[in-house]
């Protein structure tokens, strides 16, 4: 089984200056979704499985950093932000958020539980 993750940016928020700096519009908290897809195709809805989360993180502007206007930011360069910030806990990393989703995705198609119907 091959899972494709897709990282997007689902909103920002702003300081309006950058602490200790006059630059505008400073992020410093990203809401991200990472949705998990899987090459197997679920046999009733005809579509892969897939699996989702949901987060925020903050992210810190420190002075020496190259700073990028509001303007000019790309989805990508947000990403990598997320993904540096969460790679540098010891919580939930890239890896356990993919990893989880993953595993939703396993247990989908080979539920740890299932219901039958009673037996009588």
């Known amino acids: 089984m091959t899972t494709n993750f897709k990282w997007t940016v689902t909103d920002l928020e702003c300081l309006p ?3 200790g700096t006059n630059l505008p519009n ?5 809401h991200w979704t990472c949705t998990a ?8 809805t005809n ?3 897939t699996s989702s989360s949901y987060g925020t993180i903050r992210i810190n502007y420190e002075k020496d950093e190259t700073y ?3 303007d000019q930011l790309t989805e990508s ?3 990598s932000w997320v993904h540096e910030v969460m790679n540098r806990s010891s919580e939930i990393t890239v890896s356990t958020v993919e990893e989880g989703l993953s595993k939703i ?3 989908q198609i080979t539920p740890p539980v299932v219901k039958p119907a009673l037996p009588w």
Do not use: F
Not at 26 to 30: Q, R
Not at 37 to 44: A, C
């Open 17 to 19: 200056v950058a602490p």
């Open 26 to 30: 400073c992020v410093w908290m990203v």
């Open 37 to 44: 897809t899987s090459d197997q195709i679920n046999t009733v």
């Open 47 to 49: 579509k892969p499985y």
């Open 68 to 70: 990028i206007p509001y």
């Open 77 to 79: 360069q947000v990403i």
């Open 105 to 107: 995705i396993a247990d």
